[in-house]
C-alpha cells in the first residue's frame, strides 16, 4: 500500500520544482509520513472500544446498591406510618406474593379491604 502511495506520489509531482534531490527525498519523506499517519489515524479511529464487564458490572452493582438502600429506607420509613393492618397486608401481598383472598382470609378481612 505505502509503494504504490509512492508510485502515486512520484507521478503526481514535478521533479521541475525542485532544487535538489535532497528537495526532492524530504517531498517524498514528508508525504509517505503524512500518509502512515493518516493510516493509523484511520486503525484507532475503527478500534473497537473493549467493554471489560468485570469492571462495568461492579461499579453498577454498587451504585443498585446504593440507590436501592435508599429505596429501601424510605420505603420502611413510609410504611412504618401505616397502621399495623396495612403493613401486613403490604407485607404479604408484595413480600409473600400472597394472593388477595389468601390475605383476607387470614386477616379476617374482606377482600375489598385489601384494594384500600
Known sequence: DIVSHLWI???KADLNKFNTEN???KYI???LKRYCLSICMKKNRDKKI?????ITDINLNL??????????FEFKDLISILPNTQQNIIYMKFFKDMKDIDIAKKLKISRQSIYK
Open 9 to 11: 506520489i512520484l507521478i
Open 29 to 31: 519523506s514528508k508525504c
Open 63 to 72: 451504585i443498585q446498591d446504593s440507590c436501592f438502600n435508599d429505596i429501601e
Open 50 to 54: 473493549i467493554y471489560n464487564s468485570e
Open 23 to 25: 528537495d526532492l527525498n
